[in-house]
């Protein structure tokens, strides 16, 4: 398959192998910020092809496991109200919030629908005009631009039972994050292609220089992660920190200006809370003035709140690459996919649900 199959080839991985090997003369850890990445290196087994100095950390890049509990009670809030209907993508649905999840609202009675498209509810919304239709719009730069056109959409065609509830979330401000802790010891990143297709990798030339890390933005295939570690690494050992793209036939510099442009649209940079990161200040995106309308937390009265999250989810430690998932006591034993403790279980992309999928047997069991 085109596009697939070239970046599967046996030989070409073995080459890049080869060259790591060959380049690598220090320990270096580097970080992927994206889900996608997360479950290639873990299902290909790349992090176990790798020199022994070579540590790969999975930061935070799957946008389910770093929405945070507040904003899951809000959703569960709004879905639980009578004449609601509550659209999502599927995978926030079993997300824990501090006592349940949207799945059990709508096991008792709540009309919770599972959308493919944010555009999908509002189609929902014009066929149930007597109804309040709210769409759960999370995910990275990488869907910002379709959730805002969909509000664009139903401004534009004035469509009142309508509104979102925004949990969208920037990447550049959470690798400061990272890069800004005490405990980091993070050399270098991999920055997640898809989102640079849309936001362009400017953003991070400032960073790179800032904290002195190489970022490599590097697509998902296994012959891209490990051309992208190569990259990394090869700047590291030259003493070098800069940008480069790996992932240079989907992504430009610039990014996708369409897209940039519809998200300042119908958007605002706000702070964000993120699950296991805190409140990092301009990491998420809320909607602007003129489309407050249609923000649901407004609609709906919700207040601000503070809750603690589990003490037994350590999905924090694992999102800030401080802990992987074997090292947690309830992976594979307590928590599983079937019944998740933690969103890192839960999502598809997430660390926790990669490991349990791809590296069972790996579990730590902690010494008594
Ligand atoms: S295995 Fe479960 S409880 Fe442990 S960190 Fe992952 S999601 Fe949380």
């Known amino acids: 398959m085109k596009y697939i199959d070239e970046y599967h080839d046996p030989k070409a991985i073995k080459h890049y192998v080869r060259e790591i090997e060959r380049v690598t003369t220090l320990e270096w850890t580097i970080m992927e910020v994206c889900g996608g990445q997360t479950h290639a290196i873990v299902k290909h087994g790349l992090d176990q092809l790798l020199p022994g100095k070579i540590s790969l950390l999975h930061g935070p890049g799957c ?17 639980s109200r009578e004449n ?3 659209c999502s993508f599927g995978d926030m649905l079993r997300v824990p919030g501090s006592n349940k999840d949207l799945f059990s609202v ?10 493919y498209s944010p555009l999908d509810s509002l189609k929902i919304a014009r066929e149930n005009p007597d109804k309040e239709v709210v769409f759960f719009g999370i995910g990275f730069e990488t869907t910002a631009p379709s959730t805002a056109l969909t509000v664009y959409q139903a401004k534009r065609s004035g469509l009142e039972n309508f509104s979102l509830l925004a949990a969208h979330v920037l990447i550049p ?7 800004s802790s005490e405990r980091n010891t993070v050399r270098g990143f991999l920055a997640a292609g898809h989102v640079c297709t849309v936001a362009g990798y400017e953003e991070y030339e400032t960073i790179s220089a800032q904290y002195n890390v190489p970022i490599v933005v590097t697509g998902f295939e296994p012959l891209d992660i490990l051309q992208g570690i190569y990259m990394t690494i090869a700047q590291l ?25 519809m998200i300042s649209r119908v958007f605002k940079v706000v702070d964000r ?4 990161l805190g409140k990092i200040a301009d990491s998420g995106l809320g909607l602007s003035e003129a489309y407050a309308y249609y923000d649901a937390e407004k609609r ?9 999250e589990s003490s037994e989810c350590i999905s924090g430690l694992i999102l800030q690459g401080i802990k992987k998932p074997h090292e947690c006591p309830a992976f594979g034993t307590r928590c599983t996919p079937e019944c998740p403790l933690g969103a890192t279980m839960v999502s598809s992309e997430g660390a926790c649900s990669a490991y349990h999928r791809y ?3 790996e579990r730590k069991v902690p010494k008594e």
């Open 237 to 261: 050992e030259d003493g070098k920190a800069s940008v480069d793209n790996q992932y240079s036939r989907a992504v430009q510099r610039e990014g996708n200006l369409e897209a940039q442009k």
């Open 273 to 276: 809370k993120w699950r296991g």
């Open 300 to 308: 709906f009265h919700l207040m601000d709140r503070s809750v603690e």
């Open 106 to 115: 709508r096991a008792l009675g709540g009309d919770v629908r599972i959308v």
């Open 359 to 361: 590296r069972k047997v």
């Open 173 to 179: 401000p959470a690798i400061e994050a990272i890069l």
């Open 63 to 79: 946008p389910v496991c770093v929405t945070s509990v507040e904003l899951i009670d809000k959703a569960i809030e709004i879905a």
């Open 84 to 86: 609601v209907i509550f």
